[in-house]
């Protein structure tokens, strides 16, 4: 069973950071590609950031250079670290990742981190 259980959410002033973690279990976080995704209110959840299998990690416009996607194979975590963190930042933060199960398509996800930047 695949489990993914984000931490390290909490209230910033802006311009402060935070790291979030995402700790999986059932998979390895080296053999398949994993998200971070956020929603603000009123919005759609959107992929912020993503690491694939081999390392490979890419960011939307509005966070790059700010925020970093990296991974920890021995613990089986993966993390996002935010900086220079801005109101428009403000969301629930969830933990992504998808696996092919005999040829079904299986979308995992963790509960969500709430991210609240004050200005």
């Known amino acids: 069973q695949v489990q993914l259980v984000e931490s390290g959410g909490g209230s910033v002033q802006a311009g402060g950071s935070l790291r979030l973690s995402c700790a999986v279990s059932?998979?390895?976080?080296?053999?398949?590609?994993m998200d971070w995704y956020r929603q603000a209110p009123g919005k759609q959840r959107e992929m912020v950031a993503s690491i694939t299998s081999s390392g490979t990690s890419n960011e939307i416009d509005s966070v790059k250079g700010r925020f970093t996607v990296s991974r920890d194979g021995a613990k089986n975590t993966v993390y996002l670290q935010m900086n220079s963190l801005k109101a428009e930042d403000t969301a629930v933060y969830y933990c992504?990742?998808?696996?092919?199960?005999?040829?079904?398509?299986?979308?995992?996800w963790g509960q969500g981190t709430q991210v609240t930047v004050s200005s």
């Open positions: 059932g998979i390895s976080v080296t053999s398949n590609s």
């Open positions: 992504h990742t998808w696996i092919n199960s005999g040829g079904t398509r299986r979308d995992y």
